[in-house]
């Protein structure tokens, strides 16, 4: 093991406190250049097993956590909403950092991870914090059933793997298959009002939402999405698949705890949706 990995680990610095131990891993750990740094941390009382090597596993190690806006929105919706009596949906789940972190705020999650690797990285995290309200499902949710290809996440970003929503690989691309399923159909057997739904399904995001227009008719959920690309017919492409009265948000400072929102005019990035009479919950009514 190369010097500073070692200094890293004799000193336990994974265990420090995140202002104490974001400066030394940034000075001693380069992620590019990591083969491969397992560790451990605790997120508040949850445990969160990770690889530095890993985009979104070194921000959790020197910021303690990705995307903690997105975090402390759904624990704020969860206290407006009563989500502790209430189903929190997480598609595209990847290694489960939301899905854990969301257990501790709706009374049930349902986290669908389609690609294997991380599907078992997602069960290992619910495992290791013995979550029986955590529900991991081995299926990728979208606006049809069947057997997908599916291009598996590049080297270190697991959070990149994505549906061939084109209906073809490229040529001499790698892919997998992977189990489909639409969201009405799957979900509608469990019980529970849907409070919330996360989707990041890098450019899939409309296919799931084309599958899941009966429960969002039916619960009115939160839901919070990813757009890649931005441009002028975006928005109208989003809000033709949600209830008219539905209104949108562009979130901004995603990755700090203290988020904010302004109206969503089709640009890239973390968009917010949810029904009009919750509008004033971003304090815009």
């Not at 704020?76 to 854990?100: E, P």
């Not at 793997?161 to 490229?170: E, I, P």
Request: hydrophobic content about 40%.
């Amino acid at each position: 093991m190369p010097l500073n990995q070692s200094i890293v680990r004799w000193l336990g610095v994974s265990r420090w406190p995140v202002f104490l131990r974001h400066p030394v891993i940034k000075l001693l750990l380069k992620r590019k250049r990591l083969g491969s740094f397992p560790f451990r941390v605790r997120l508040d009382e949850l445990l969160y097993d990770g690889d530095a090597a890993n985009l979104i596993d070194y921000h959790v190690l020197t910021r303690g956590g990705f995307e903690p806006g997105l975090d402390q929105l759904l624990a704020d919706w969860s206290r407006y909403r009563g989500g502790q009596d209430k189903v929190f949906v997480d598609v595209g789940a990847n290694s489960g950092l939301h899905t854990i972190q969301a257990s501790r705020r709706f009374r049930q999650v349902h986290a669908f991870e389609p690609y294997p690797p991380m599907f078992e990285q997602l069960c290992h995290s619910i495992r290791i914090n013995d979550l029986g309200n955590v529900v991991a499902h081995q299926v990728a949710l979208s606006d049809a059933a069947g057997e997908v290809a599916f291009r598996p996440p590049v080297a270190g970003n697991p959070g990149t793997g994505s549906l061939v929503t084109d209906g073809h690989a490229d040529a001499g691309e790698h892919t997998i298959n992977v189990r489909a399923e639409t969201g009405d159909t799957y979900l509608e057997p469990f019980d529970g009002e849907i409070c919330a739904i996360k989707i990041d399904v890098e450019g899939a995001e409309t296919r799931v939402l084309d599958g899941l227009g009966a429960l969002i008719r039916r619960d009115r959920p939160l839901l919070v999405f990813e757009v890649l690309q931005g441009g002028v017919n975006i928005a109208t492409s989003f809000a033709g698949r949600l209830p008219d009265d539905y209104v949108m948000w562009l979130l901004i400072d995603i990755k700090r705890k203290r988020y904010a929102a302004v109206p969503w005019q089709g640009e890239a990035g973390d968009v917010v949706a949810c029904g009009r009479e919750h509008a004033g919950f971003f304090g815009r009514g």
